[in-house]
């Protein structure tokens, strides 16, 4: 399970375009907190060089963090980044309240391990992954990093489908209503198949009488005088 982390934070008071152009000129980033079982929104800032550091570890928008503001701490979820499309750099973030009995939505990537003991891909065979992240509800406390699932004894023509992965107690899949696909373990590629373009296979042979027809008669050769 991903640890909590924690973010210290300012309140601040100046609101709209104006009050965030003054908050970044101090080397912040403005945002809010919402929801949750609070009514209305708290207005913050946070520095701009914790924040962008943090956003580029990685999985940001799928992270609880813990929100330090005056002494008060709030237990939320990143649910927006707005960036500067030219540096790259945090413009505002958005916060979504949670409590330890609530449950988030998020994506969790999937890892893959035991390749070398996959009998498939020993022989050739390759592995085709449909989903590399799978969204889930989860409890805000024990929230998943990863999901590994073993490769270990898969043969070509084998399928990977969510109901093979373990799921800690309390996570369960958006999807419900069918057992999808993860991966499935696919044939290598023969040199015919990568040699033939689908515009050759689709062409119809020439059919040589009506080749044929289609020819220009020949001129005779003119009288020599």
């Given at each position: 399970?991903s640890?909590?982390q ?47 550091k943090?956003?580029s ?44 009995d ?14 070398l003991?996959?009998?498939?891909l ?6 085709n ?25 898969l ?7 969510i ?34 373009t ?7 042979a020439?059919d ?18």
């Open positions: 399970m640890q909590t924690v973010i210290k934070a300012q309140g601040r008071q100046s609101q709209g375009k104006s009050g965030a152009r003054a908050v970044r000129r101090e080397g912040l980033v403005p945002g809010i907190i919402y929801g949750g079982d609070t009514a209305g929104q708290d207005t913050i800032a946070i520095d701009q060089n914790e924040l962008s943090m956003i570890r990685g999985r940001f928008l799928a992270s609880v963090f813990e929100i330090e503001v005056d002494g008060k701490v709030t237990k939320a979820i990143p649910r927006d980044v707005q960036l500067d499309p030219v540096r790259d750099t945090p413009l505002h973030v958005d916060f979504q309240r949670i409590g330890a609530n449950r988030v939505k998020l994506r969790v990537p999937v890892k893959f391990f035991n390749d003991l996959s009998p498939g020993k022989r050739g065979g390759v592995l992954v449909v989903r590399r992240e799978i969204e889930v509800w989860a409890p805000a406390d024990k929230v998943p990093e990863v999901f590994e699932i073993n490769l270990e004894g043969d070509i023509g084998r399928s990977i489908h109901s093979a992965v373990t799921l800690p107690d309390g996570v369960q899949p958006v999807i419900q209503d069918r057992d999808f696909t993860i991966a499935t373990i696919a044939g290598a590629l023969t040199k015919g198949d990568a040699e033939e689908p515009a050759a296979a689709a062409a119809p020439a040589p009488k009506a080749a044929a027809a289609k020819a220009p008669a020949a001129k005779p050769d003119a009288k020599k005088k």
